[in-house]
Nanobody, 128 residues
């Protein structure tokens, strides 16, 4: 079982930046893919960004051009650089590792209903 621990959340004003980190442990070799999801109160969980073991990426439409997903395989750490934050980005952000091969460019790569191993989440609050 992969353990995922997120950090880096907090409160920021609109237009600001935050970088989330996710430390992964409990596995050997490479993970098929890792991703960030978010869930705002009263809303469904949505995919933010996903990255595969080769560095291929895909982003949700609402964050394209503002967020960047990356990974440091030597440190077993996933990152999400969030720039130009908006109040609508306010949510609990979850790190996830895919349990099965999942082509990053597929329609399902940002689907929270697929088989993911989840972290506990970190809160991001953006004020106007």
């Amino acid at each position: 079982q992969v353990q995922l621990v997120e950090s880096g959340g907090g409160s920021v004003q609109a237009g600001g930046s935050l970088r989330l980190s996710c430390a992964a442990s409990g596995y050997t070799g490479s993970l098929y893919c890792m991703a960030w999801f978010r869930q705002a109160p009263g809303k469904e969980r949505e995919g933010v960004a996903v990255i595969d073991s080769d560095g291929g990426t895909r982003y949700g439409d609402s964050v394209k051009g503002r967020f960047t997903i990356s990974q440091d395989n030597a440190k077993n750490t996933l990152y999400l650089q969030m720039n130009s934050l908006k109040p609508e980005d306010t949510a609990m952000y979850y790190c996830a590792a895919c349990l099965n091969p999942l082509p990053v460019y597929s329609d399902y790569s940002l689907d929270p209903k697929m088989s993911w191993n989840w972290g506990q989440g970190t809160q991001v609050t953006v004020s106007s």
